[in-house]
């Protein structure tokens, strides 16, 4: 729709982890990728996973891609507000601060617009409807779009592509 030659490999499952993520990866990793957005963390949060654990994960993940030069966007998450303010502060955190200790793009919070918001969400507050996944997409592009027009897929690999992982699917 915008021009671009890329694939897209939705790598999310519902209920996912960065653990999840993180006993995947490799399988995933023997694909042509260019790109991967992380937005992962938010069901760890719920599970009451500890922060340094998310950190450590995220982390690990991050690296991997690195390693196979894959550009990471990190894509920042929030836990709803029945969370005490301590954890909630504390889990917002780990993403700006991944960003700056590895250089990442970042998109500072991709549900921001719609972030409990009951005209963009289904039932249960926490998971997009078809109108959230807009603007959501919107949100995104902003960032991926100027990432694209400078970072061509190689054209060796046919399929160069982009994963996004998401732990927040329909």
């Known amino acids: 729709e915008y021009g671009f030659k890329r694939q897209v490999i939705n790598a999310g499952r519902s209920g996912d982890t960065t653990k999840g993520v993180l006993w995947r990866l490799e399988r995933l990793l023997t694909q042509s990728v260019d790109m991967a957005i992380l937005t992962i963390g938010l069901n760890d949060g719920f599970m009451g996973v500890p922060v340094t654990t998310i950190h450590k994960n995220l982390e690990t993940i991050i690296q991997k891609l690195q390693h196979h030069h894959i550009r990471v966007i990190l894509s920042g998450l929030q836990l709803p507000s029945d969370f005490p ?9 780990l993403y700006p601060t991944l960003a700056a200790q590895h250089n990442l793009h ?3 919070f991709f549900q921001e617009e ?4 009951h005209a963009y969400n289904q039932w249960d507050n926490v998971h997009p409807n078809e109108a959230g996944y807009r603007v959501i997409l919107e949100t995104i592009w902003k960032v991926v779009s100027p990432l694209l027009t400078t970072a061509e897929p190689d054209p060796t690999h046919e399929e160069s592509g982009v994963i996004n992982w998401h732990d927040n699917p329909e």
């Open 114 to 117: 719609i972030f409990e918001n």
């Open 106 to 108: 970042l998109i500072p």
């Open 85 to 93: 303010n301590a954890t909630r502060k504390e889990f917002a955190a």
